[in-house]
């Protein structure tokens, strides 16, 4: 009987020691996840200093934070290094892809990685974006609708594939196609580059403002609204890209100048109303 009871008591003992090491097992190997980078030009990979092959580069990591350093292919010698701190999650992609330029503020990229929601969303089969971006304060477009400025979480987001659009004025737009999954949050980072074909406009001297704003119909300067992705150019109350919107209009159309300062036009519409509109949409036309 005593033996038969040590003999019992060894297959427990035996079967909670395979549980646990199948238990452990299984986690270390569910806590990977996959980081993929992508650059413009080639580039070396360094992860935590480590050299780690060249772009485009895929490989699997554990789960946690690490530092990502781009060093680009020496026949770039015009080209900067890039640096950011990435995460990677258990069973999840975290997607780089860069566009090196000659310093920080002409290199562009984005960077992609999902997580589960730490709460329900209310609507069924949606999932949640939040979008982080450099400048911040940039312009969030998500299926050509401005959402509001970085950073920015957007809930209750249908499941499928949707089109996600950075803008800040002086910088060079960044899109992107993104899927939303049930349950799940995309976290998406843009770094935008400057535009630098975009040249300074030149303030308006106080006599010409006051003069545009009293007077000489015939010789008023013209604002004409160049061609955008929609069809329209938002106006806002105030010089600012956060401003409230006050109107819309057309591309194509001309309106009589009254105001010009840090990069805007003050224009009047809708035979009455007053607004700004940003310059590298519109066009000066001197009479």
């Excluded at 413009?40 to 200093?49: D, E, G, H, L, R």
């Excluded at 680009?72 to 997607?95: G, M, R």
């Excluded at 979008?131 to 050509?144: A, F, K, Q, R, W």
Aim: proline share 4%; charged share 25%.
């Amino acid at each position: 009987m005593k033996k038969k009871l040590i003999f019992l008591l060894v297959l427990v003992v035996v079967f909670l020691g395979f549980v646990l090491v199948r238990y452990f097992l299984f986690n270390s190997q569910s806590a990977v996840g996959e980081l993929r980078v992508l650059s413009t030009p080639k580039a070396s990979v360094f992860i935590n200093n480590a050299a780690n092959g060249t772009t485009p580069f895929d490989n699997k990591l554990k789960a946690g934070e690490y530092i990502l350093k781009l060093i680009p292919d020496q026949t770039a010698t015009e080209t900067a290094s890039w640096q950011k701190k990435v995460s990677i999650f258990a069973n999840a992609l975290t997607y780089v892809n860069t566009e090196l330029g000659h310093s920080d503020v002409t290199t562009a990229g984005e960077i992609f990685t999902i997580s589960p929601m730490q709460a329900s969303s209310k609507i069924a089969g949606a999932g949640e974006l939040n979008v982080e971006s450099d400048p911040n304060g940039s312009i969030v477009y998500l299926d050509n609708d401005e959402k509001g400025t970085t950073t920015l979480i957007l809930p209750d987001i249908p499941k499928g594939d949707h089109e996600l659009s950075i803008y800040m004025p002086k910088f060079l737009r960044r899109t992107q196609k993104i899927n939303i999954e049930e349950r799940h949050r995309v976290n998406a980072y843009f770094k935008l580059a400057i535009d630098e074909t975009q040249k300074p406009v030149s303030p308006v001297s106080t006599d010409s403002a006051k003069k545009t704003q009293t007077g000489a119909t015939a010789t008023r300067t013209k604002i004409l609204i160049k061609d955008t992705p929609y069809g329209w150019l938002r106006v806002r109350e105030d010089h600012d890209i956060n401003a409230t919107e006050s109107g819309r209009v057309n591309t194509g159309d001309t309106f009589d100048l009254i105001e010009e300062q840090d990069g805007w036009y003050k224009i009047q519409f809708d035979d009455s109303k007053k607004g700004w509109v940003y310059s590298q949409y519109a066009e000066k036309k001197e009479p």
